[in-house]
Protein backbone atom coordinates (compact mmCIF):
# COMPACT_ATOMS: atom_id res chain seq x y z
CA UNK A 1 0.00 0.00 0.00
CA UNK A 2 0.95 3.84 -0.59
CA UNK A 3 -0.70 5.06 2.38
CA UNK A 4 -2.64 7.16 0.75
CA UNK A 5 -6.59 5.94 1.00
CA UNK A 6 -10.00 6.33 -0.72
CA UNK A 7 -13.33 5.96 0.02
CA UNK A 8 -15.39 4.57 -1.09
CA UNK A 9 -13.86 2.21 -4.17
CA UNK A 10 -17.18 2.69 -6.36
CA UNK A 11 -19.98 4.40 -6.64
CA UNK A 12 -22.95 4.46 -8.45
CA UNK A 13 -24.36 7.79 -8.62
CA UNK A 14 -27.69 9.63 -10.28
CA UNK A 15 -27.47 13.26 -11.88
CA UNK A 16 -29.57 14.70 -9.11
CA UNK A 17 -27.36 12.94 -6.34
CA UNK A 18 -24.97 14.32 -4.14
CA UNK A 19 -21.81 12.53 -2.92
CA UNK A 20 -18.48 12.97 -1.44
CA UNK A 21 -15.11 11.10 -2.58
CA UNK A 22 -12.64 11.05 0.78
CA UNK A 23 -8.93 10.95 0.49
CA UNK A 24 -6.53 10.22 3.74
CA UNK A 25 -2.57 10.27 3.42
CA UNK A 26 -0.77 8.35 6.45
CA UNK A 27 2.41 9.91 5.24
CA UNK A 28 3.01 13.22 6.80
CA UNK A 29 2.68 15.01 3.44
CA UNK A 30 1.75 18.61 2.72
CA UNK A 31 0.14 18.44 -0.61
CA UNK A 32 -2.58 16.88 -2.06
CA UNK A 33 -4.37 16.12 -5.79
CA UNK A 34 -7.51 15.01 -7.13
CA UNK A 35 -6.93 13.39 -10.70
CA UNK A 36 -9.74 12.33 -13.03
CA UNK A 37 -8.65 8.99 -15.47
CA UNK A 38 -11.29 7.89 -18.51
CA UNK A 39 -10.61 5.51 -20.83
CA UNK A 40 -8.07 5.92 -23.30
CA UNK A 41 -7.20 9.79 -21.98
CA UNK A 42 -4.51 10.83 -20.04
CA UNK A 43 -4.61 12.00 -16.41
CA UNK A 44 -6.20 14.94 -16.29
CA UNK A 45 -5.30 17.16 -12.89
CA UNK A 46 -8.35 18.59 -11.29
CA UNK A 47 -7.10 20.41 -7.88
CA UNK A 48 -4.03 21.06 -6.28
CA UNK A 49 -3.60 21.55 -2.03
CA UNK A 50 -0.64 22.89 -0.36
CA UNK A 51 -0.52 23.48 3.32
CA UNK A 52 -4.19 23.17 2.96
CA UNK A 53 -4.60 26.27 0.30
CA UNK A 54 -5.86 25.19 -3.11
CA UNK A 55 -3.17 26.29 -5.45
CA UNK A 56 -4.44 24.92 -8.68
CA UNK A 57 -7.65 24.47 -10.27
CA UNK A 58 -7.60 23.18 -13.17
CA UNK A 59 -10.66 24.55 -15.03
CA UNK A 60 -12.86 21.83 -13.74
CA UNK A 61 -16.29 22.63 -13.99
CA UNK A 62 -18.44 23.61 -10.81
CA UNK A 63 -20.50 20.86 -10.07
CA UNK A 64 -17.09 19.18 -8.73
CA UNK A 65 -15.60 21.17 -5.25
CA UNK A 66 -13.07 19.97 -3.14
CA UNK A 67 -12.29 20.93 0.47
CA UNK A 68 -8.79 19.98 2.38
CA UNK A 69 -10.00 20.74 5.98
CA UNK A 70 -5.99 19.29 6.76
CA UNK A 71 -3.21 18.50 5.09
CA UNK A 72 -4.18 14.97 5.48
CA UNK A 73 -7.60 14.62 4.02
CA UNK A 74 -9.08 15.70 1.14
CA UNK A 75 -12.36 15.30 -0.25
CA UNK A 76 -14.19 16.12 -3.36
CA UNK A 77 -18.01 16.64 -3.41
CA UNK A 78 -19.86 15.94 -6.18
CA UNK A 79 -23.17 17.37 -7.08
CA UNK A 80 -25.39 16.91 -10.34
CA UNK A 81 -23.03 15.13 -12.67
CA UNK A 82 -23.46 14.62 -16.23
CA UNK A 83 -22.92 10.40 -17.37
CA UNK A 84 -19.23 12.08 -19.12
CA UNK A 85 -17.85 12.04 -15.63
CA UNK A 86 -18.41 8.90 -15.17
CA UNK A 87 -14.26 7.91 -14.76
CA UNK A 88 -11.81 6.87 -12.14
CA UNK A 89 -10.61 9.63 -9.52
CA UNK A 90 -7.65 9.45 -8.25
CA UNK A 91 -5.87 10.87 -5.01
CA UNK A 92 -2.28 11.63 -4.63
CA UNK A 93 0.05 13.04 -2.40
CA UNK A 94 3.60 14.90 -2.41
CA UNK A 95 5.58 16.27 0.13
CA UNK A 96 4.61 19.19 -0.88
CA UNK A 97 3.99 20.96 -4.48
CA UNK A 98 7.41 22.28 -5.37
CA UNK A 99 9.01 21.06 -8.11
CA UNK A 100 12.38 18.57 -7.65
CA UNK A 101 13.76 15.06 -6.79
CA UNK A 102 12.16 13.14 -3.63
CA UNK A 103 9.16 15.22 -4.33
CA UNK A 104 7.04 12.66 -5.81
CA UNK A 105 3.25 12.00 -6.25
CA UNK A 106 1.94 8.74 -3.92
CA UNK A 107 -0.95 7.87 -5.41
CA UNK A 108 -4.25 6.44 -4.00
CA UNK A 109 -6.13 3.30 -5.43
CA UNK A 110 -8.82 5.81 -6.80
CA UNK A 111 -12.91 5.91 -6.87
CA UNK A 112 -14.38 4.32 -9.86
CA UNK A 113 -17.87 6.70 -10.27
CA UNK A 114 -20.59 5.89 -12.94
CA UNK A 115 -22.78 8.31 -13.42
CA UNK A 116 -26.22 7.33 -14.35
CA UNK B 1 -1.60 19.04 -30.23
CA UNK B 2 -1.44 16.76 -26.89
CA UNK B 3 1.46 17.59 -24.49
CA UNK B 4 2.61 14.40 -24.44
CA UNK B 5 2.47 11.71 -26.86
CA UNK B 6 2.20 7.78 -25.68
CA UNK B 7 1.55 4.94 -27.82
CA UNK B 8 -1.22 2.82 -26.10
CA UNK B 9 -0.04 -0.15 -27.52
CA UNK B 10 -1.19 -3.20 -26.69
CA UNK B 11 1.94 -4.34 -26.37
CA UNK B 12 2.96 -7.98 -25.79
CA UNK B 13 6.58 -9.66 -25.03
CA UNK B 14 7.71 -13.23 -24.08
CA UNK B 15 9.15 -13.48 -20.85
CA UNK B 16 12.47 -12.26 -20.56
CA UNK B 17 12.50 -10.17 -23.52
CA UNK B 18 13.81 -6.48 -23.45
CA UNK B 19 11.05 -4.00 -23.29
CA UNK B 20 11.28 -0.86 -24.78
CA UNK B 21 8.15 2.11 -23.95
CA UNK B 22 8.27 5.97 -25.17
CA UNK B 23 7.23 8.97 -24.72
CA UNK B 24 7.38 12.21 -27.09
CA UNK B 25 6.56 15.78 -25.69
CA UNK B 26 6.26 19.42 -27.12
CA UNK B 27 6.52 21.57 -24.29
CA UNK B 28 10.07 22.39 -23.94
CA UNK B 29 9.53 23.90 -20.10
CA UNK B 30 9.24 20.03 -18.77
CA UNK B 31 11.76 19.67 -16.52
CA UNK B 32 11.08 16.54 -14.84
CA UNK B 33 10.20 13.01 -16.15
CA UNK B 34 8.30 10.36 -14.68
CA UNK B 35 6.98 6.39 -15.06
CA UNK B 36 4.32 5.32 -13.30
CA UNK B 37 3.50 1.94 -13.20
CA UNK B 38 -0.53 0.92 -12.99
CA UNK B 39 -1.66 -2.53 -12.48
CA UNK B 40 -5.72 -3.44 -13.27
CA UNK B 41 -8.11 -1.52 -10.47
CA UNK B 42 -5.02 0.04 -8.53
CA UNK B 43 -3.31 3.62 -8.36
CA UNK B 44 -0.36 4.86 -10.08
CA UNK B 45 3.07 3.42 -8.86
CA UNK B 46 5.89 6.04 -9.13
CA UNK B 47 8.72 3.43 -11.18
CA UNK B 48 11.59 6.18 -12.02
CA UNK B 49 11.90 9.76 -11.30
CA UNK B 50 14.49 11.77 -13.51
CA UNK B 51 15.35 15.72 -14.18
CA UNK B 52 16.73 16.56 -17.33
CA UNK B 53 18.73 14.82 -20.01
CA UNK B 54 20.81 11.15 -19.84
CA UNK B 55 20.26 7.70 -18.55
CA UNK B 56 19.03 6.57 -14.30
CA UNK B 57 18.80 3.15 -13.82
CA UNK B 58 17.61 1.03 -10.97
CA UNK B 59 17.64 -2.66 -11.22
CA UNK B 60 15.93 -4.44 -14.25
CA UNK B 61 14.71 -0.61 -15.34
CA UNK B 62 16.39 2.07 -17.22
CA UNK B 63 15.18 5.56 -17.93
CA UNK B 64 16.49 7.95 -20.75
CA UNK B 65 15.73 11.58 -21.71
CA UNK B 66 16.71 13.02 -23.96
CA UNK B 67 15.53 16.81 -24.15
CA UNK B 68 16.71 17.73 -27.51
CA UNK B 69 14.94 15.34 -29.33
CA UNK B 70 11.69 15.64 -26.19
CA UNK B 71 11.77 12.22 -26.42
CA UNK B 72 11.52 9.69 -23.28
CA UNK B 73 12.02 5.92 -22.89
CA UNK B 74 11.82 3.28 -20.28
CA UNK B 75 13.39 -0.01 -20.64
CA UNK B 76 12.93 -3.20 -18.87
CA UNK B 77 14.91 -5.97 -19.09
CA UNK B 78 14.49 -9.86 -18.35
CA UNK B 79 10.74 -8.50 -18.22
CA UNK B 80 8.69 -11.07 -16.07
CA UNK B 81 5.07 -11.91 -16.16
CA UNK B 82 4.69 -9.69 -12.61
CA UNK B 83 5.50 -6.80 -15.45
CA UNK B 84 2.25 -6.86 -16.96
CA UNK B 85 0.50 -3.47 -16.40
CA UNK B 86 -0.18 -0.58 -18.12
CA UNK B 87 2.78 2.35 -17.56
CA UNK B 88 2.57 5.92 -17.67
CA UNK B 89 4.69 8.56 -18.61
CA UNK B 90 4.12 12.01 -16.96
CA UNK B 91 6.28 15.47 -16.86
CA UNK B 92 6.13 18.30 -14.92
CA UNK B 93 6.65 21.79 -15.33
CA UNK B 94 6.12 24.11 -12.34
CA UNK B 95 2.86 23.27 -10.67
CA UNK B 96 1.21 21.15 -13.48
CA UNK B 97 1.62 17.66 -14.59
CA UNK B 98 1.10 15.64 -17.71
CA UNK B 99 0.76 12.62 -18.40
CA UNK B 100 0.63 9.87 -21.54
CA UNK B 101 -2.59 7.87 -22.15
CA UNK B 102 -0.60 4.30 -20.76
CA UNK B 103 0.95 1.71 -22.72
CA UNK B 104 -0.40 -1.79 -22.26
CA UNK B 105 2.49 -3.91 -21.43
CA UNK B 106 1.47 -7.92 -21.31
CA UNK B 107 4.50 -10.11 -20.69
CA UNK B 108 4.12 -13.96 -21.94
CA UNK B 109 5.00 -16.40 -19.70
Known amino acids: ETGVTQTPRHLVMGMTNKKSLKCEQHLGHNAMYWYKQSAKKPLELMFV???????ENNSVPSRFSPECPNSSHLFLHLHTLQPEDSALYLCASSQDNRQGPHNEQFFGPGTRLTVL | QKEVEQDPGPLSVPEGAIVSLNCTYS??????FMWYRQYSRKGPELLMY????GNKEDGRFTAQVDKSSKYISLFIRDSQPSDSATYLC?????????FGTGTSLTVIP
Open chain 2, 27 to 32: NSAFQY
Open chain 2, 50 to 53: TYSS
Open chain 1, 49 to 55: YNFKEQT
Open chain 2, 90 to 98: AMRAGNQFY
